[in-house]
């Protein structure tokens, strides 16, 4: 069975959470700074690349002609942007103890607006123009494969339970992650669909191209707003001045030493299913347990219970 038809009952819904970290310690991953900037490099970064991939599926919507993609593309716009919303609700966390972060963010959002219609500005015929709308969505798509990653190694580790960190932050984090497991197909989806059935060929290989700039980008990405938070915490200035491979290789020792973080090279390993022209995100999470594990966040069931009330 496709996977396509495995997902045909199941509608993402939109969840609007809220979360107050006003109570919430510097190092929120307790005892571990290079965790913690690590993992909150994410708030710098993901809020700038969710709304742009919120523009680029808005502007991709004319385009889908099946119903059922086209109220999954709705309901991935409306989890991305609330997502983001959260994230911009840490910033303020950030802010609060100290870290300069607007600078860089706004340096973020200048680089997303730049190529969010045409790369740097180049005026495009409409021919090309569609043509580069399918390429944002690849690269959404490509994105879409780490955070798939991400969400799963989340599910199965469960690296921040135990009372290892603060339980807000945990469940921002890990709703979230769940959310990426839960719509980890859309992006795909939308861009095989815009591709056309015919040309399977050429969407396989334009992709591959797009991962080629996607993975040291991202990577470089999160290194680059690590660094920025790193430099500005006395506890953890050492990490500041690790280099792009040292840190790199920090994630794997971290990893094997408190499961806290994602292994950078496992995170790359999983590329190898990418590579495959039978790919399909379907099979890299599982749906049933990123709804189990969004149902049991103590956001989503303050949100439940706020809706009874109502």
């Not at 103890?97 to 607006?113: H, P, Q, R, V, W």
């Not at 999160?222 to 660094?227: G, L, S, T, V």
């Given at each position: 069975m496709h996977p396509k038809q495995r997902l045909e009952n199941h509608y993402l819904e939109q969840r609007r959470v809220q979360f107050d970290f006003s109570l919430t310690p510097e190092h929120w991953i307790y005892d571990n700074p290079f965790a913690t900037h690590l993992i909150n490099a994410v708030h710098l970064i993901l809020?700038?690349?969710e709304l742009w991939m919120c523009r680029t599926f808005n502007q991709a919507l004319p385009y889908v002609t099946d119903e059922k993609l086209r109220a999954d593309v709705k309901g991935f716009i409306h989890q991305e942007?609330?997502?983001?919303?959260?994230h911009k609700v840490a910033q303020d966390y950030l802010r609060h103890y100290g870290y300069e972060i607007d600078e860089f963010i706004a340096s973020l959002d200048t680089i997303a607006k730049q190529i969010n219609t045409?790369?740097?500005g180049l005026g495009?015929?409409?021919n090309l123009e569609h043509r580069w709308l399918i390429i944002r969505v690849g690269i959404s798509a490509?994105?879409?494969h780490f955070t798939t990653m991400l969400g799963t190694w989340c599910l199965n580790d469960q690296p921040w339970q135990n009372k290892t960190a603060d339980e807000m932050m945990s469940d921002l984090m890990t709703w979230h992650l769940a959310e990426e497991v839960e719509h980890r197909s859309v992006a795909f989806d939308l861009y095989m669909h815009l591709c056309g059935e015919e040309n399977k060929v050429f969407a396989y290989l334009q992709?591959?191209?797009i991962m080629t700039a996607v993975a040291p980008g991202f990577t470089l990405a999160i290194y680059q707003c690590f660094k920025k938070l790193a430099q500005q915490d006395a506890q953890a200035k050492s990490f500041h001045r690790y280099g792009l491979l040292r840190s790199l290789a920090q994630t794997?020792?971290?990893n094997g030493r408190s499961k806290q973080v994602p292994s950078f090279f496992s995170m790359m390993l999983s590329l190898r299913h990418w590579l495959k022209p039978s790919y399909h995100p379907f099979y890299e999470g599982d749906t049933f347990k990123a709804l189990q594990v969004i149902d049991n966040s103590p956001a989503v069931?303050?949100?439940t219970q706020q809706l009874r009330v109502c």
């Amino acid at each position: 069975m496709h996977p396509k038809q495995r997902l045909e009952n199941h509608y993402l819904e939109q969840r609007r959470v809220q979360f107050d970290f006003s109570l919430t310690p510097e190092h929120w991953i307790y005892d571990n700074p290079f965790a913690t900037h690590l993992i909150n490099a994410v708030h710098l970064i993901l809020p700038v690349g969710e709304l742009w991939m919120c523009r680029t599926f808005n502007q991709a919507l004319p385009y889908v002609t099946d119903e059922k993609l086209r109220a999954d593309v709705k309901g991935f716009i409306h989890q991305e942007a609330h997502h983001a919303a959260a994230h911009k609700v840490a910033q303020d966390y950030l802010r609060h103890y100290g870290y300069e972060i607007d600078e860089f963010i706004a340096s973020l959002d200048t680089i997303a607006k730049q190529i969010n219609t045409a790369p740097l500005g180049l005026g495009f015929s409409k021919n090309l123009e569609h043509r580069w709308l399918i390429i944002r969505v690849g690269i959404s798509a490509a994105v879409e494969h780490f955070t798939t990653m991400l969400g799963t190694w989340c599910l199965n580790d469960q690296p921040w339970q135990n009372k290892t960190a603060d339980e807000m932050m945990s469940d921002l984090m890990t709703w979230h992650l769940a959310e990426e497991v839960e719509h980890r197909s859309v992006a795909f989806d939308l861009y095989m669909h815009l591709c056309g059935e015919e040309n399977k060929v050429f969407a396989y290989l334009q992709r591959q191209i797009i991962m080629t700039a996607v993975a040291p980008g991202f990577t470089l990405a999160i290194y680059q707003c690590f660094k920025k938070l790193a430099q500005q915490d006395a506890q953890a200035k050492s990490f500041h001045r690790y280099g792009l491979l040292r840190s790199l290789a920090q994630t794997v020792i971290e990893n094997g030493r408190s499961k806290q973080v994602p292994s950078f090279f496992s995170m790359m390993l999983s590329l190898r299913h990418w590579l495959k022209p039978s790919y399909h995100p379907f099979y890299e999470g599982d749906t049933f347990k990123a709804l189990q594990v969004i149902d049991n966040s103590p956001a989503v069931k303050a949100l439940t219970q706020q809706l009874r009330v109502c």
